[in-house]
């Protein structure tokens, strides 16, 4: 997007529906025909309007479908899918791609053992975010202990039994 100049209509386009170019294709939206900016007021569906982003470009293509085979890979878990596209030749892609195809494959071991496991860290993700949030918001923290419970009340840590007066 960088590359084209700012007043070019695919230029424009880009910076207004990039949001599409990134969602599903399994989740765009193809009933609902929405007056879309930059297209002379035409009634479009999301789909059509990613057809016409993919058809100025076919760097924008080849991307955009590499880019929707790597979401059905992940999203299906599909250790066949990921090494089918593992094996798209590099210079088939465009700059970008590229970067991504091969940290991929640095990591194609690590992402087909995520595909195995049911774990994740997410709920340690959200604990350091309440965590996070808790000192920028209550900043200056007299007593550590006082503070270590704050942020096992707010975490609802397991490990924490509240006693209430009875």
């Not at 700012?6 to 939206?29: E, F, G, I, Q």
């Not at 569906?45 to 990613?50: A, G, K, S």
């Not at 707010?154 to 007066?165: D, E, G, I, L, R």
Request: a positive charge; glycine letters at 4%.
């Amino acid at each position: 997007m960088k590359a084209l100049p700012s007043k070019d209509k695919l230029a424009r386009a880009l910076k207004r529906y990039w949001r599409l170019l990134v969602k599903d294709a399994a989740k765009l939206n193809w009933h609902d025909f929405k007056r879309r900016i930059g297209f002379g007021g035409a009634q479009l569906n999301e789909r059509e309007v990613i057809d016409w982003l993919t058809a100025t470009s076919d760097a924008l293509s080849t991307a955009y479908g590499y880019y929707q085979q790597l979401l059905c890979a992940l999203h299906f878990q599909s250790s066949e899918v990921l090494a089918e596209l593992l094996k798209t030749k590099l210079t088939a892609l465009p700059k970008p791609c590229q970067k991504a195809q091969r940290t991929l494959r640095n990591h194609r071991e690590e992402i087909e053992r995520s595909f195995e496991q049911p774990y994740n860290n997410g709920s340690l993700e959200g604990t350091n975010n309440v965590i996070k949030t808790i000192k920028r918001v209550a900043f200056g923290f007299r007593s550590f202990p006082n503070f270590r419970l704050r942020i096992l009340l707010v975490a609802k840590s397991p490990y924490f039994n509240v006693k209430t007066a009875a």
